[in-house]
C-alpha cells in the first residue's frame, strides 16, 4: 500500500529516492502489533473456561455434592471480585485505564462464574421459584455497579443484556413465556421502548460529561433492539402504517448520530435496516410481479446501497 505513494512522491520530486527506500525498508521490517489478537484470546479464554467448568460441574455432580461445586464457583467468583476492588483505579467521571494487563479478564470471569452459581441455585435448589425477573434482577443490578465502578464495558453489556431479559420476562405473561409465543404487541412496544431509553440513557450521559465512552455500547444495544422491534411490528403484526414510520424515526435518528460521530459502523446498521423495511414495505405492496423484476430490484438497490456507504466512507476519511 505504502509502495506506489512512495514512487508517486519520488516522482514529483518531493521525496528522494533514498528516502524512499529506507521508509521502504521501514515499513517492511517494523514490528507488528498482537494486541487486538492477544485480546481476542483473552476474552476467548475467558468464555471456554466458563464453558469447562459448567462441564465439570456435569460430569462430577454425584461425585463431588452440591454444596460443595456452589462453595467452589462462589469461591472464583468471589475471589475475582476481590481482585478487582483490590487493584481497582481510583474512580473517574471519564475513561479509566486497567491498572493491570489481565484485570477486564478477571472482572468478566467473576461475573460469569457468578451467573453460574446463580444458575445452579435455581436449577438444584429453585430458590426463585417461579421469580424469573427476580432472577435476572440481581445480576442486573450488580453488573451496572461492577460496570461504572470499575469501568468496563463488558460487564457493562451483561448488564444491558439482563436489563433486556428482566424488562422481557416482567411484561411477558408467563403463558407466552411457557409456549414461546412472542408474537405479541406488548413484547414489540417494550422492545421499542427499551431501545429508545437506552439511547437516551447516553445522550445524558454526554451531557453531563458521565462516563461518555461508554455511549458506543448503549447505543450499540439500542439500534439493534429499537430496529428489530419496529421490524417485528412490520412482519408479525403487519401494522404498516405505525411500524414504518417509526422505522424510519429511528433510521433518520443513527443515520444523523453517524453522521456527527463519524461513525461508520452505525450508518451501515442502520442503512441496512432500513433497506429491509423499505423492501418489505415495497414488496408487500405490490403482487403478481415476474420473477425478473424481483431480480432487478435486488441487484440495482444492493448496488445503490453499497454505492452509498463506498462513497461515505471515502468522503469520511478524506
Known amino acids: 500500500m505504502y509502495k506506489p505513494v512512495l514512487t508517486d512522491l519520488v516522482e514529483k520530486?518531493?521525496?528522494?529516492?533514498?528516502?524512499?527506500?529506507r521508509i521502504g525498508t521501514y515499513e517492511k521490517t517494523k514490528p507488528f502489533s498482537l494486541h487486538w489478537e492477544l485480546k481476542t484470546m483473552?476474552?476467548?479464554g475467558v468464555l471456554l473456561l466458563n464453558v469447562g467448568l459448567g462441564i465439570l460441574i456435569y460430569e462430577n455432580i454425584d461425585t463431588v455434592g452440591h454444596a460443595v461445586l456452589i462453595v467452589l464457583v462462589g469461591l472464583a467468583s468471589a475471589g475475582c471480585f476481590w481482585y478487582a476492588w483490590r487493584h481497582r483505579a481510583p474512580f473517574s467521571r471519564g475513561e479509566v485505564e486497567s491498572p493491570t494487563p489481565y484485570y477486564d479478564y478477571i472482572l468478566l470471569l467473576g461475573c460469569f462464574t457468578f451467573l453460574i452459581m446463580e444458575g445452579y441455585w435455581q436449577y438444584q435448589y429453585n430458590v426463585f421459584g417461579d421469580r424469573y425477573g427476580l432472577a435476572t434482577f440481581i445480576p442486573m443490578v450488580l453488573f451496572f455497579v461492577l460496570a461504572y465502578l470499575f469501568d468496563n464495558r463488558g460487564v457493562l453489556s451483561l448488564a444491558i443484556s439482563a436489563l433486556a431479559?428482566?424488562?422481557?420476562?416482567t411484561v411477558a405473561p408467563e403463558e407466552m413465556l411457557s409456549q414461546n409465543d412472542f408474537k405479541s404487541q406488548t413484547i414489540i412496544i417494550t422492545g421499542i421502548l427499551l431501545g429508545v431509553v437506552l439511547a437516551?440513557?447516553?445522550t445524558l450521559s454526554e451531557r453531563l460529561d458521565f462516563k461518555k465512552h461508554f455511549s458506543v455500547t448503549w447505543l450499540n444495544f439500542s439500534i439493534h433492539i429499537l430496529m428489530v422491534s419496529c421490524l417485528a411490528g412490520l412482519f408479525v403484526l403487519d401494522e404498516k402504517a405505525v411500524y414504518f414510520p417509526l422505522l424510519a424515526l429511528s433510521v433518520a435518528f443513527y443515520l444523523w448520530y453517524a453522521r456527527m460521530r463519524h461513525s461508520f459502523?452505525?450508518?451501515?446498521?442502520?442503512?441496512?435496516?432500513g433497506y429491509i423495511g423499505f423492501t418489505y414495505l415495497l414488496l408487500s405492496s405490490v403482487s403478481g410481479l415476474e420473477?425478473?423484476?424481483?431480480m432487478l430490484y435486488f441487484l440495482i438497490s444492493c448496488g445503490i446501497m453499497i454505492a452509498f456507504l463506498i462513497n461515505y466512507k471515502k468522503h469520511r476519511n478524506a
Open 13 to 21: 520530486n518531493l521525496l528522494e529516492p533514498e528516502d524512499a527506500e
Open 42 to 44: 483473552l476474552y476467548v
Open 165 to 169: 431479559s428482566w424488562v422481557g420476562i
Open 200 to 202: 437516551a440513557i447516553p
Open 265 to 273: 459502523y452505525f450508518m451501515v446498521v442502520a442503512v441496512i435496516y
Open 291 to 294: 420473477f425478473e423484476f424481483y
